[in-house]
């Protein structure tokens, strides 16, 4: 099975940097995901790492340690749209299926 | 085609009713995943399926809950004999069958409530 574990909430303000932890423990790894989810709306792909190092799009990175079974998700110049749920999540080896942690509630404050 | 679809939206029903909500895919899609999701919580994976047949199915999902996507095309989740504890948001999501292609995109759910 997986267990993630990310922190409830964090605040930043805006045009800030602000990074987002996951750990996991798992007893299969095929990928990471980073979510985005605004209230009351369906998720939306940010990034996904499948090998160690820092992926970056845009304003938005992601790292991954495998060994030590630890992401992060990295926000720069943040602004207030960014405001919303960032869920973790880890790809089974060999499986389709996706665990989902319970997300990071970010609020992004003038 | 501009994304996943769910049908209804909402739906409110009684305790003990049977619920059936649909989904339709990106049109290319061949995987399609039903999640389950309540308040203050990540989406929790009930079943997956890879063109018709039906590859997993969560251990949590009681025997009320079944499944189907006939045409490997829409799919269709029932839940019978609804409790209040059915009530969640369910989300649908589709994703390619391709080694670069990992990204699953969600519709924008179904909302149940059984009172």
């Known amino acids: 099975g997986q267990n993630i574990d990310q922190p409830t909430e964090m605040t930043a303000t805006e045009g800030a940097i602000v990074q987002i932890n996951c750990t996991y423990q798992t007893s299969g790894f095929n990928g990471l995901f980073w979510y985005q989810q605004h209230a009351g709306e369906a998720p939306t792909f940010l990034s996904y790492?499948?090998?160690?190092g820092l992926e970056e799009k845009g304003r938005f990175s992601s790292f991954l340690s495998r060994s030590k079974g630890y992401s992060y998700l990295l926000l720069k110049e943040l602004q207030m749209k960014d405001s919303a749920s960032y869920l973790c999540?880890?790809?089974?080896?060999?499986?389709?299926?996706?665990?989902f942690g319970t997300g990071t509630k970010l609020q992004v404050i003038p | 085609d501009t994304g996943v679809s769910q049908n209804p939206r909402h739906k409110i029903t009684k305790r003990g009713q049977n619920v059936t909500f649909r989904c339709d895919p990106i049109?290319?899609?061949?995987?399609l995943y039903w999640y389950r999701q309540t308040l203050g919580q990540g989406p929790e994976f009930l079943t997956y399926?890879?063109?018709?047949?039906?590859?997993?199915k969560s251990r949590l999902l009681s025997d009320r809950f079944s499944a189907e996507r006939p045409k490997g095309s829409f799919s269709t989740l029932e839940i019978q004999r609804t409790e209040q504890g059915d009530s969640a948001m369910y989300l649908c999501?589709?994703?390619?069958?391709?080694?670069?292609?990992?990204?699953?995109?969600f519709g924008p759910g179904t909302r149940l409530t059984v009172t």
């Open positions: 790492n499948v090998l160690d």
């Open positions: 999540a880890v790809r089974d080896r060999g499986y389709q299926k996706v665990t």
């Open positions: 399926f890879q063109n018709e047949a039906q590859l997993e």
């Open positions: 049109s290319e899609h061949n995987r």
């Open positions: 999501a589709s994703s390619l069958l391709a080694a670069s292609s990992y990204e699953q995109y």
